[in-house]
């Protein structure tokens, strides 16, 4: 492990536990990536004839356990963080004849993989607006650590029980997810911040906060970054056009949007949309939902401004976050202040600790007049 980091590893049924050192030492890389909704992770270990993995991993797939827990803690500065907690779903076995022993590769998702196993259709949720309905499913899942976060929709609509009692679709995740979708939101389950609990977050993506330390590119020796590239795309930015009927008159009315509550400007120069997309199927729709599906619209399609790079954790200086904001310094005037990583890819090896990365901003130039190196 580099210098000043440490890594830790906990796996489990339910509870994780340190695993034995022969396990620790077998630990040849980790990679995780966390996405806008999703994480996953990769572990490769050496696995001689006799290694206690084995028994570990190898039979705990066919043992009554139905499933078991890995949590992976990195120690930066003496700080301790969780950087994934999440489920094993595949193992990968790789015999290396020359070498006389194999590569064990397991991989795994976070703690969302375990809403995904049982298929709940046809479950009533009478008078219950989607937070509710996502509280409730959510709830199934404490025993694990799992505190949800769930922000209410700002314009709910409550269907009536004697007229119509909404029903879940599939896997509690497969419901929220498409609730999420429906009115514009995202849901993921973030690891920590203490060792066996983790965050269910399902609401609009948060784009403001305090950013992380900033990224810095062109400026000699307080460049941190290793590569950073960005590209402006204003052909993908879309206005979506929904109709919404009256219901006294019966008249079909156009509605448009160009602004969304749940995207606020990063950027100084916001380019008009370069195209008109009409949305399908909602003038018999409640106007509360129509105007939800429109933002949804307007949040997937607002980013135009996107930024690909690398670094290396000791030379920034901490580990970088996803599904928050960070500054960018030193790669133009257009590119400059705040943006939001939208993604992170962790590669850890004996002596380094590495990430890519993307970030996303809905405008040109910085909004700010100062982009801070550390957060205030």
Do not use: C
Not at 68 to 79: D, E, M, S
Not at 211 to 224: E, K, V
């Amino acid at each position: 492990m580099a210098n000043g980091l440490y890594l830790t590893l906990l796996a489990g049924p339910v509870v994780a536990v340190p695993v034995p050192k022969p396990v620790t030492d077998a630990l040849t890389s980790v990679e995780i990536t966390t996405s806008s909704d999703r994480s996953g992770f990769q572990l490769t270990f050496t696995l001689a004839n006799n290694s206690v993995l084995q028994t570990l991993f190898l039979l705990a797939a066919g043992s009554p356990i139905p499933m078991l827990r890995v949590i992976l803690l990195v120690t930066f500065g003496g700080i301790p963080q969780v950087v994934m907690d999440g489920v094993i779903q595949h193992h990968e076995i790789a015999p290396d004849a020359m070498r006389g022993s194999s590569k064990l590769v397991i991989t795994g998702q976070d703690l969302s993989g375990m809403m995904d196993l049982i298929n709940m259709t046809g479950f009533p949720y009478p008078a219950m607006t989607p937070d509710l309905r996502v509280l409730t499913m959510l709830a199934k899942y404490a025993a694990f650590g799992i505190v949800p976060v769930v922000i209410p929709v700002p314009a709910p609509d409550v269907e009536v029980p004697v007229e119509k009692i909404p029903m879940q679709e599939g896997t509690d995740l497969h419901y929220i997810r498409k609730l999420a979708e429906e009115v514009g939101y995202v849901f993921y389950v973030d690891p920590g911040p203490a060792p066996g609990t983790s965050t269910a977050y399902w609401g609009p993506s948060m784009r403001y906060g305090v950013p992380q330390p900033a990224l810095n590119a062109n400026m000699d020796s307080w460049t941190n970054v290793e590569s950073l590239n960005f590209r402006f795309e204003k052909q993908s930015s879309v206005m979506p056009v929904a109709y919404i009927q009256d219901p006294t008159t019966k008249a079909i009315i156009p509605v448009p949007s160009s602004v969304t509550p749940f995207s606020p400007p990063l950027g100084l120069v916001i380019p008009p949309q370069q195209k008109i997309e009409m949305l399908e199927d909602t003038s018999n729709k409640p106007v509360g939902t129509t105007l939800m599906r429109l933002w949804a619209k307007a949040v997937e399609t607002g980013d135009v401004v996107t930024g690909d790079g690398t670094l290396d954790v000791q030379r920034y200086g901490a580990i970088l976050k996803a599904r928050s904001l960070v500054g960018v310094r030193g790669a133009g005037v257009g590119f400059d202040g705040l943006h939001y990583v939208d993604s992170t890819t962790h590669t850890i090896e004996a002596g380094q600790y590495k990430q890519s990365f993307t970030l996303k901003r809905n405008g040109l130039i910085a909004n700010i007049p100062l982009v801070p190196a550390m957060p205030y």
